[in-house]
């Protein structure tokens, strides 16, 4: 048992590191996650995900495997495509998922073709892919930075992004750019995804954020306890499958992310609110 | 964040013996050039509840929208006199499934306290607890909003209405699709709200509710059609005519001729 669960990580310590990069993530990325989903986001999160390659690939092109610059240029590189692609539906009847689609697939046209200008597939595959098991010290500070950016950047702007999700008009009645703390929002979106990006690659980065959040849903309906329990749900998810990665010798992003998605799995069959449990049981009505 | 102010802020307007809370001069409300509210000028008188009447389309609710300073393009004046103004939209503009309480959503009404970071103290509570009894919602604090009723969730808007203690409040068809007990006590409030002095303009549909519960009327459809008392505005003439101008918009009009006139 003990050589099975805590020896990797008491033994190993490219496997401490990493795993604490998973707890980051999973306290920074779930809350942001859920927002995501309650502003009916999760595609276009994911459409953002993809567009920091080209990015992270200039960076990649400019300064080769070197964390800051192709982490700076994937955070550019994402909240370009927020911006433009919400102006482009500000300014056209485009509607805004439509144009985040468009863009996304340009940026991810664009990244594939610069990395494979210098680059070799094993750069390409560690872009897109990641490698957590590679995180090194100066990740390790981008990831806890992030994480502790998101958190007090997120109770700080709590209370007018919920009023921005739920009754935009109000906001703006009150006088309130609403706009702002949505760019805000989007802003801290991208953070979370750079510093995901290394350990979980610009394809899966979105997996530790949103599958939790999305679990968590089937189980509680307040933005608090959704938080808190797609947290420990993204940790474990992180833990379970560093294990695996690390024991079955698999690439551990993806490993992750499907350890995620069965904790999905198992709360959309067996959560306590709207999930194929809950709808087959059919509970005696109540009296009245 | 800042305080909702009229965003035209004058000194009252003495009309007559009746003071204006909103004076329009020549108001156009386009949006892609279309107008939909075409060179209105009308009062509002103060203290008082106005229904806004008119058929679909008619602008009515650009004009609210206008009043609160949300249109995207205004043409003329709105001279107010109003310090603090409510306002409640459409119920399409707001995303029911969110995950909120009805007594948070009801607190919010004092956003103009407490704005985005500021804290909400025990008044703001014990009034929101307070609206929420008066409007026949007790017990119901700690409710998810995604399981009441329309007509509950109604209620819950007009609580929030209330905590903002605006004096002059503008509603936005308050009455679509709820039911005869609740639009009484709806009206229970609205009434209250004129013996506290506070001005009320509402967009209605029901002619019979009008002429009942609303003294004064402004009648459009896009223009000026009448405005005053409801017994004259709200004759056959006038809303033969409204249904008239309706049947004859023209969804490909070129440029409006009329200068936009020199307003006093």
């Given at each position: 048992m003990h050589d099975l669960l805590i020896a990797p990580f008491a033994d190993f310590g490219f496997m401490k590191r990493a795993l604490v990069a998973c707890l980051c993530l999973s306290l920074g990325g779930s809350s942001i996650g859920v927002f995501l989903i309650l502003r009916r986001m999760s595609l276009m999160g994911d459409a953002l995900a993809h567009a920091l390659l080209p990015g992270a690939a200039l960076g990649f092109l400019l300064g080769g495997l070197s964390l800051p610059a192709m982490s700076l240029g994937g955070f550019l590189a994402g909240i370009m495509t927020a911006l433009v692609s919400g102006?482009?539906?500000?300014?056209?009847?485009?509607?805004?998922?439509?144009?985040?689609?468009?863009?996304?697939?340009?940026?991810l046209a664009l990244g594939v073709l610069i990395v494979s200008l210098r680059g070799s597939a094993v750069d390409l595959m560690n872009i897109l892919f990641g490698a957590i098991l590679a995180v090194d010290n100066q990740a390790m500070f981008l990831i806890g930075g992030t994480t502790t950016l998101t958190l007090v950047g997120l109770a700080a702007i709590y209370r007018p992004l919920v009023v921005e999700c739920f009754n935009p008009g109000f906001l703006a009645a009150m006088g309130v750019r609403g706009a702002f703390y949505h760019y805000l929002f989007l802003g801290l979106a991208v953070l979370n995804m750079v510093a995901a990006f290394q350990a979980l690659g610009t394809l899966m980065a979105l997996g530790l954020m949103l599958l939790p959040a999305v679990a968590a849903s089937f189980w509680s309906r307040e933005v608090w306890s959704m938080t808190a329990i797609a947290a420990p749900m993204a940790f474990l998810s992180g833990a379970i499958g560093l294990l695996v990665s690390f024991h079955a010798g698999l690439p551990s992003g993806p490993v992750i992310v499907l350890v995620a998605s069965l904790f999905f799995l198992g709360?959309?069959?067996?959560?306590?609110?709207?999930?194929v449990r809950a709808r087959l049981s059919r509970p005696v009505h109540l009296r009245g | 964040m800042r305080a909702l102010h009229c965003r035209h802020a004058v000194a009252l307007h003495v009309v007559g013996a009746v003071k204006a809370a909103l004076k329009l001069v020549d108001l156009t409300v386009s949006y892609d050039r279309h107008p939909a509210v075409h060179h209105v000028s009308a009062e509002i008188p103060a203290a008082e509840m106005t229904a806004l009447v008119g058929p679909n389309g008619a602008g009515k609710s650009s004009l609210l929208k206008a009043m609160m300073g949300l249109a995207p393009r205004i043409e003329g004046r709105i001279e107010c006199s109003a310090r603090r103004i409510a306002y409640l939209p459409q119920?399409?503009?707001?995303?029911?499934?969110?995950?909120?309480?009805?007594?948070?959503?009801?607190?919010?009404g004092r956003w103009s306290r407490f704005g985005a970071f500021g804290k909400a103290n025990k008044a703001d509570v014990h009034d929101a607890h307070h609206a929420i009894d008066s409007v026949g919602l007790g017990g119901f604090e700690r409710r998810p909003i995604d399981t009441l009723s329309v007509g509950q969730?109604?209620?819950?808007?007009?609580?929030?209405?209330?905590?903002q203690d605006a004096d002059l409040v503008l509603l936005d068809e308050p009455f679509a699709a709820i039911d005869a007990k609740t639009v009484t006590d709806l009206m229970d409030v609205i009434r209250r709200w004129r013996s506290e002095q506070r001005t009320v303009i509402a967009v209605?549909?029901?002619?019979?509710?009008?002429?009942?519960?609303?003294?004064?009327?402004?009648?459009?459809?896009?223009?000026?059609?009448?405005?005053?008392?409801?017994?004259?505005?709200?004759?056959?003439?006038?809303?033969?005519?409204?249904?008239?101008?309706a049947e004859a918009w023209d969804e490909h009009a070129g440029a409006c001729e009329m200068p936009l006139r020199q307003s006093a």
């Open positions: 102006a482009i539906a500000r300014f056209t009847s485009m509607r805004e998922d439509a144009s985040f689609a468009a863009a996304y697939l340009t940026a709360s959309l069959l067996f959560g306590s609110r709207a999930s | 119920q399409a503009e707001i995303d029911r499934s969110f995950p909120i309480s009805v007594l948070d959503t009801v607190l919010l969730f109604q209620r819950v808007l007009f609580a929030r209405l209330l905590l209605l549909h029901d002619l019979d509710q009008v002429r009942r519960d609303f003294p004064n009327s402004l009648l459009m459809a896009r223009e000026l059609v009448a405005s005053g008392p409801t017994v004259g505005v709200l004759s056959s003439e006038n809303l033969l005519r409204a249904r008239a101008m």
